[in-house]
């Protein structure tokens, strides 16, 4: 009970963080969550063997903490010289996570990403004693429904937080509330505040691309020898398949496809705006390699959030009404193709159920929990203990939810499900911000630029990346607890609602 008592201080803080205007008092928020966490962290697992570990050698524990301060020390005097370098070191940090045992069981944490995020709070924490902080209010204020997107932000964030008074497996919550929501929470709070202008998006984009081919080279390597770098579930699964797998620096091919998939949709934008000569090309061949790259992943949800990605650039570049007529012929299709080819082909949705890893009965147990607890649910973190225990067995060979919605009806029950659709219409309603300005696809002219805002195709692939993220988050969930949904959010909003009058200049 005190650690739940705990975690609900650090998502206050947290949502103090998202809430607040730039001031000493959101620099103390945003530190007191940093320090919350690992706080929570090592009481929750203060008996598992990497603690105790710990505990039995004071040394290793000294060493460690000398040259993490001195990381973050380092860090923090980076990003008071050169602000800039805190976006980029972000998105080199978000693909990387350190494998380690927690509970029993193997959990691979965004260490460098944490390291990042300490630094820019110290970093903040300086700025706001010299009084070196952003104007009160931005530029262009939120107004609609995209006023709401900071405020349910933080209240999904304590949401979670509340909901582990009750959870069924109040340990798995905590870890997700600690390793995830809260600091994602505090690094969005960071991004909001930067100061975007054309030469650091060319800086944020040289970033992506370069991190993606790094990633590709790495995946081709893996392909080509048939060896993964680690994850044995993947590598005992290669060796039953006709196919073979890679997952280049990520544990799961399907987080490995996910970024590939963002990275093509974030290329693919700027190649839509970008004028022909050398940096098309440049642009189209990476979007090529890239390609290739997804291929060696058979993540079909990877495919699928791209076709996304894409769909909506196409849509805000050259029309929407075209679009959504060429989506809804589609659907159409595919719908008649079900219905008049079901009674020849057969089908047989057992196997279906197999080759989707039982992605069907997690569906429907996910269904059956909410019917069981529909007001509050099972509590946050708690989809898998539900599941064994009311639906499949102890003994299910699949327990994760893997479907977003899904993962919130069963342990958040309706609140936490109507927060999540509403926390998803106020993202769209700030991150489209002012877009009939600057869109051909939604009327303007051709080269619109709306001065009060980001350039179109920085836009344009905040939007798009978001989407995609969106749908791979139904067929493989990830939506908070992965930092990329963070970042775009983090980004978009600050293009769409400028810090300063400079920003995107």
Known sequence: MIESVVALLAAVAAA????????????????AAAILVPVLIAADQWHSGPITELRNNPGLIALATVCGLAVICGLAWLFDRRPVLLPVLVLVAVPFRVPLALGGEDA???????????GGVLASLLQARRGDTLPARPTVAPDGVARWLKPLLAASVVLYAIGLFYSDDRSTGLQNLCFFLVPFAVVFSLLTEVEWTKRRLRILLAVIVGLALVCALVGFVEFANRDLLWNQVVIRSNDFHVYFRVNSLFWDPNVYGRYLALAITVVAAALLWARPGKDAITLALTSAVLWLALMTTYSQSSFIALIAGLGVLIALRWSLKWTVVGVGGLVVGVILFGTFAGGLVKLDLGAINKQTSGRANLVEGGFDLFEARPIQGYGPGSFSVAFKREVAGPNAPVTESHTEPITVAAEQGLVGLAVYVALIVAMFAALMAGMRRVMPGLGAPARSYDPDRGPPAARAAMLAAFVAVLVHTLTYAGFLDDPITWVLIAIGYSLAFPCRDTSAA
Do not use: G, K, Q
Request: charged residues 10%.
């Open 16 to 31: 103090i963080a998202i809430l607040d205007a730039p001031s000493m008092r959101r620099s103390l928020a945003m530190a």
């Open 108 to 118: 691979n944490l965004l260490v460098p990403l944490y390291l990042v995020m300490a």
